[in-house]
């Protein structure tokens, strides 16, 4: 005989299985590819009402569109009310080919879009091609590479920033405690944290654990069909933190 308590799990086992279908199948609607394929490959996104052509550089890592780009952009079309992008200072992490970027730049953000040297030239060249006479204001791409640098190019007195994007740059790669320190030096008392993760390895759930011990975290999306988490964070009380640490 089937147990009481049985029955509503499974049900809310089915439900959450429907709403993650019918959400992952929302955002990947968004991509479009050519009708025709001319002299260059691109693949096509809507968002805001508008196409967006990006160009992948596949012999750059960095330089591939993953979902988790798509799923943080969903995010931000479509919670404008309560993540109004307007005039809002923005920077972003590991931009890739700069969906995320544009998109915020779309919605009204001023965004700073950041990434390694190698990416830069095809991260300037889709953010110009699709945000030019677009948007209120002309994003910013450049150069940073996560760790000490972070501090030199960003100090904490001159830039502030209401909002830190980031789609898929936790992955099995050797550079997880500077990207943790980077997260870190830009995220200010009144900053969020806006980041999709594609659940891979290992290295994604431990980096999870300890992201948790620095900063307030709050599950807004949970795709596993797409295997993609999207993230709210926001920093904890340095002065409880710092009397928590010594303790231990």
Known sequence: MESSQSKPTEDAKEQGAAVDAELAKAIMSRCFH??????????????????IKIKESTDVYGA???PSAMV????????????????KNVIELGAGTGLVTIVASLLGAKVTSTDLPDVLGNLQYNVVRNTKD??????????LIWG????????????CFDYIL???VVYAHSYLDELM????????????????????LDPENSFVGRFQQRFHLEELYNLPSLSIKLYRAWRKDTRTRDQRETAA
């Open 72 to 87: 943080l952009c969903h995010f931000l079309e479509t919670n404008r009310d309560e993540h109004n992008l307007l005039d």
């Open 34 to 51: 050519p009708s025709v394929i001319g002299v260059e490959t691109w693949e096509g996104y809507i968002f805001s009402d508008m196409e």
């Open 181 to 200: 320190d980077t997260f870190d030096h830009l995220c200010q008392e009144n900053t969020q944290i806006l980041w999709a993760m594609r659940f891979r």
């Open 166 to 168: 980031a789609a898929d």
């Open 134 to 143: 677009r948007c209120k204001y002309i994003p910013l791409v450049t150069e």
């Open 64 to 66: 591939v569109l993953w």
């Open 148 to 159: 000490p640098e972070v501090e030199q190019r960003f100090p904490r007195a001159t830039h």
